[in-house]
């Protein structure tokens, strides 16, 4: 069995039948985009064409927003006057792109304009006291924020003090109390009427923009589009009419600094997409700003210089390649830790020192993709005695209340529903895991964890063409509130599957749904592929694409979560036992061998248990501590192996039957090798076995292990005695069949067990123990 990541949830289509069928008769789309449309509200003719193609009419007024009016008029009071006006932007790509917009559109206008750039190390998120201080003394007589500011009390309180308004353009949540900034434009400030309230920072930038220069400054769209998508924010209303409009854009970006970046990324401009700007060109925006100064990304967005662009799209390559390099490593360490803990845990709290705060967020966000369950990750910092890091979550818990829970415990924090950042005096990480973890218990969320899916669609056959899918992307980009569609491919067979990527990281395989095979490919699955053998049943969920290779188009299903239902069996047989079944954590090993026992308990990992059963009434009382069955040696009898399979309920099963005795091979003796053997013994007196057995064996023509045998069965049925190592006859012995001594019927038991659980094929194997296990039941 594997279980899903993630909780899966279906769709019911049945409400919508009849209306699916109408609109898709009166427009002339499959009834499966009908359907996709209909989940995102999409329910007339007119809301379907309106969000397929988009026109400027939803692009709103800026001058709605609050304090727009007021901050345009400022700011063209500084440029009259030639007062040096600071953009203070953020260090995400949101941020980088909301200043790059300001800053190019204030040059349009001829001001005296700089930009400032907080670090994440020295100055923090948004507006920073020393920082606003010391950009005053160098000549700042107005600053604009983008991107932050409407928690920037402290320092626009001492801006104000020292003469210098301060203009806050943001889009995060708003506090209860407002700074006493010259502007606040928000799209959500409760005294505004702007319609759309989910603009990103870029997007409040942008039309700021459009404001002070009296139109749309269409050139800036590229922008638009990068900091939108890359800052997660909802892809319906304006933003969907902003990023459609933006992709567009960056096909055909003038922008140097960006076409170095696409070329270094190997991003084709031709194929780009909200992909593209979300897992490639997006990060390496991030990137500097992760690990340092983000100033960079702003001069590679707003560079004219050729050389500058090629030097600075290499600098920031080389910052996502180290971001990278640490994600990983932090990563790894983290699941490291994982395997360590051995009590369940609802809620992960991860600190260790010298672990890179800039990142944490990230490794956080793979943490919970691969438990299902909230996770802090912490950088311990010894010499200030607290712990500083990110933490990310899944729909059923709300990290910002549950920290606000444990506020007394931490240092200082913030954040929202799905993520937080915080800093921790290191005496209260414990206390903070122990108290996250009551929070999900009294919130009863203990247990239910796992990040909900929605799945759109069970795939039919009839819905696995390149029409279908280039149909569903009319309703690109894609992204929050506008997801790609996700579908369900339910107990499809797995014809072929493979591991690829450099380190085997990565899942290929080939699944059967009706006549149809469709190429599947999972990123971070090939973990997997050791627990999927070829032929085995499962459910995956994902999404369809096309995969264009030579000009040759074909659909790709790219899976996100796996599930096989039962119980699951893997053949580990060989002439020796592969070091791989050692790795199996949280399992049960069964050993019927004490010398296998002696010799191999030790390579066992630490959360497993080694059992050692040499009885019947071992074998009928062994009880699961686990839920993976790891059958490592072959039982002396079948008996002895449908005991210890009886009232226990594995969801997996791992089998080497690991033999060193090759009963089967070997086989009986022949009547003819036992009569030789007796008439041998009859003519000779006081033969010396103890010390002779191997003469004795070459005499009769026969292996020593086989001798002993036929000696022992026998000694069993009275034929002959042994006295100190000296065998003989017994003088008319009693008629007894040699099949009825008690050797000889444990070595056709074990001749049976290896026949049926060495050398059979797996398929009847695993059927063999799940009969046992369904009678068990």
């Not at 900034?181 to 870029?202: C, I, N, Q, S, T």
């Not at 669609?457 to 279908?468: F, G, N, Q, R």
Request: glycine share 6%; aromatic share 8%; hydrophobic share 40%.
């Amino acid at each position: 069995m594997i279980k899903a990541r993630m909780k899966w949830k279906l769709v019911n289509e049945e409400q919508h039948k009849p209306l699916i069928k109408e609109l898709a008769e009166q427009l002339s789309y499959s009834p499966l985009f009908i359907s996709l449309c209909l989940q995102r509200g999409l329910d007339t003719e007119e809301k379907i064409k309106s969000f397929i193609q988009p026109t400027e009419e939803g692009i709103h007024d800026p001058f709605l927003m609050h304090d727009m009016e007021r901050a345009v008029a400022r700011i063209m009071m500084a440029v009259e006057n030639g007062d040096k006006i600071v953009i203070y932007g953020d260090y995400d790509a949101d941020g980088v792109t909301s200043t790059s917009v300001l800053l190019e559109t204030l040059e349009m206008i001829g001001a005296n304009v700089d930009f400032y750039i907080p670090n994440r190390f020295t100055d923090g998120y948004g507006p920073n006291t020393k920082a606003f201080k010391k950009l005053i003394q160098e000549g700042c007589q107005l600053i604009v924020t983008c991107d932050n500011g409407v928690s920037g009390h402290e320092a626009i309180q001492k801006a104000n003090e020292l003469g210098v308004d301060v203009i806050v353009t943001d889009h995060h949540e708003l506090p209860e109390q407002l700074p006493q900034a010259y502007a606040v434009v928000h799209p959500r400030h409760p005294e505004g009427h702007y319609p759309f309230g989910d603009l990103a920072g870029v997007g409040v930038a942008f039309k700021v923009a459009t404001a002070l220069l009296g139109e749309m400054p269409v050139e800036l769209l590229d922008l638009v589009a990068i900091g939108t998508i890359a800052d997660l924010v909802s892809l319906r209303d304006e933003n969907r009419v902003l990023a459609m409009q933006g992709i567009e854009a960056l096909k055909q970006t003038q922008r140097i600094g960006l076409n170095a970046l696409y070329e270094i990324a190997n991003v084709n401009k031709n194929d780009l997409s909200e992909e593209s700007v979300g897992f490639i060109i997006g990060p390496r925006l991030n990137a500097p700003g992760r690990l340092g100064d983000a100033s960079p990304a702003v001069k590679l967005l707003t560079t004219f210089d050729d050389s500058e662009a090629q030097s600075i799209a290499q600098f920031i390559q080389s910052k996502n390649e180290e971001r990278q390099k640490y994600v990983k490593q932090i990563t790894d360490e983290a699941f490291d830790m994982l395997e360590e803990i051995d009590t369940e845990t609802d809620v992960y709290v991860l600190a260790k020192e010298g672990w890179h705060e800039g990142v944490l967020g990230i490794v956080a966000s793979k943490v919970v993709g691969k438990t299902g369950k909230p996770t802090i990750v912490l950088n311990i910092d010894q010499a200030n005695g607290t712990a500083k890091g990110s933490g990310r979550s899944v729909q059923a818990f709300h990290l910002y209340e549950a920290l606000d829970t444990v506020r007394p415990l931490t240092a200082a924090f913030g954040g929202h529903h799905m993520a937080a950042g915080l800093t921790v005096p290191l005496e209260n990480i414990e206390k903070i895991q122990a108290k996250l973890n009551e929070y999900a218990v009294t919130q009863q969320v203990a247990g239910e964890m796992g990040e909900e899916v929605q799945i759109d669609k069970v795939l039919e056959i009839s819905d696995l063409t390149v029409d279908a899918i280039e149909e569903i992307n009319q309703l690109a980009p894609f992204g929050t509130d506008n997801p790609k569609p996700t579908f369900l491919l339910d107990d499809v067979e797995v014809q072929s599957i493979r591991k690829i990527g450099a380190d085997g990281t990565h899942l290929k395989m080939s699944v059967q749904l009706d006549q149809y095979l469709l190429d599947s490919i999972g990123f971070g699955f090939g973990e997997l592929v050791d627990k999927i053998p070829e032929k085995t049943v499962l459910s995956t969920i994902g999404k369809l694409e096309i995969n264009e290779w030579n000009g040759a188009r074909k659909l790709q299903f790219r899976v996100e979560d796996v599930a096989v239902k039962g119980i699951q069996c893997f053949d580990y047989r060989g002439t020796q036992i592969p070091e791989t079944l050692w790795k199996n954590e949280q399992a049960d090993f069964v050993f019927f061998d004490p010398e296998n026992h002696m010799r191999f308990k030790d390579k066992i990992h630490h959360s497993s248990k080694s059992h050692n059963v040499q009885t019947r009434k071992e074998a009928k009382e062994f009880k699961m501590e686990n839920k993976h069955l790891i059958l490592v040696d072959c039982p002396p009898s079948m008996t002895m192996l449908s005991l210890v399979l009886e009232d226990n309920q594995p969801e997996n099963i791992s089998y080497s039957f690991y033999s060193s005795s090759n009963d089967y091979l070997e086989g009986m003796p022949s009547r003819e090798k036992f009569a030789e053997t007796y008439k041998f013994i009859r003519s000779h007196q006081n033969i010396d076995v103890k010390n002779q057995l191997s003469i004795l064996a070459k005499t009769l023509n026969i292996k020593e292990n086989r001798l002993i045998f036929i000696i022992q069965v026998f000694f069993e049925v009275g034929f002959v005695k042994i006295d100190n190592g000296l065998l003989n006859q017994i003088e008319n012995p009693e008629k007894k069949d040699l099949t009825q001594a008690l050797t000889y019927q444990k070595k056709l038991q074990r001749i049976s067990a290896e026949e049926k659980l060495v050398y059979s094929h797996s398929w009847e194997v695993d059927k063999w123990l799940l009969q046992q296990l369904s009678t068990g039941e």
